[in-house]
């Protein structure tokens, strides 16, 4: 596994009311988290200044759930690095299968993403993963390695320090169909050995791997005990305080 902390995020996805942000935040902060736990939470846009303004900080972390390719300017409806900066947001999660597949985000947009967004001093989750039929036709592999691949083209080795890979197996997320546990270790593994060969050995060690797909308060210790398991990105789960809290302090 990495050396650094155990890391899980929340995905709260295109979900929530002024008031159900309120009930959340609150649960949060009244949970008690382990202290060798990072823990960063991805409110929608709209939410990001009522979260900053109310969690505490002290225990979480905030993210956006996604960022514009390059500065602002003539870009409706979007929201560029430099405003999550300006906001104080340390950390963004790009490449979300949900904006690959939805939106249109290819390995090369996600990559230019990851590389402008570090540019301007963002941490960046960034996500990858396989399509059920990728899986079964035995390219898992190559498709993860086609998309880590994307990110390290334009981005330096040293750069890496403040990326973290969440592994999302596409047909795990939102679907209740966890990954088993030696299956997400097999891929983490992977990763972590295509880090060694294609980047450097030095942030293989240290690259810290999410699983992400259907973790939920049952599921997330059996996970967290996996050797590359380095945390998780969870979507549905994150929305209640309580079983997000479990998750967090699942880590082994
Ligand atoms: C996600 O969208 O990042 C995710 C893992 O969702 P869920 O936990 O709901 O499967």
Redesign the pocket.
Known sequence: GATGTFIV?G?W?CNGTHDSVEVLVNGLNAGTIDANVEIVCAPPFVFLNQVLDTLDKSKFSIAAQNCWIGDGGAYTGEVCANMLTDLSIPWV?LG???RRSLCGETNDIVGTKVAYALSKGLKVIA?VGESLEERESGTTMKVVEEQLAAIANVVDKTGWKDVVV?Y?PVW?????KVATPDQAQEVHAGIRAWFANSVGADVASSVRIQY?????AGNCAELAGMEDIDG???????LKAEDFVTICNSAK
């Open positions: 995020g995905n996805k999660i979300h299968s949900e996500c969440a999302e795990a997320i939102g679907t209740g992400g797909g259907s973790v939920n998780f990105l969870v979507g549905g789960a994150s």
